[in-house]
């Protein structure tokens, strides 16, 4: 399975914006899927968490209320939509996914996207 991350850029305090992670060469359904962010000097943290039907979903506490994360399986996409964004939402976002053997909520991640930058300027 390869993953896409994009959508990120460079937005001000209060703005919204959606990522979009796209998955090729295998089947998107028995994955849950997670957006990880990594900001500068920071370790990498999980974002949020979606399972494999879109039913459950969990996020950090840093986003919650601010942040939904949603699938739609038939295009093969996962999706991150920041709103409300903070000066200490930037950093490079990551979507991973790890396959339905892995449990819920996963611990461990299959597969990585590249990372897409976003940057909140206040």
């Known amino acids: 399975v390869q993953l896409q991350a994009s959508g990120g850029g460079l937005v001000q305090a209060g703005d919204s914006l959606r990522l979009s992670c796209g998955a090729s060469g295998g089947t998107f359904s028995i994955y849950a899927m997670a957006w990880f962010r990594q900001g500068p000097g920071k370790e990498r943290d999980l974002v949020g968490i979606?399972?494999?039907?879109?039913?459950?979903?969990d996020y950090a506490d840093s986003v919650k209320g601010r942040f939904t994360i949603s699938r739609d399986n038939a295009k093969k996409t996962a999706y991150l939509q920041m709103n409300s964004l903070k000066p200490e939402d930037t950093a490079v976002y990551y979507c991973?996914?790890?396959?339905?053997?892995?449990?819920?909520?996963?611990?461990?991640?299959?597969?990585w996207g590249q990372g897409t930058l976003v940057t909140v300027s206040s």
């Open positions: 979606i399972n494999w039907s879109g039913s459950s979903t």
């Open positions: 991973a996914a790890a396959h339905l053997t892995k449990g819920w909520p996963p611990r461990e991640y299959d597969y």
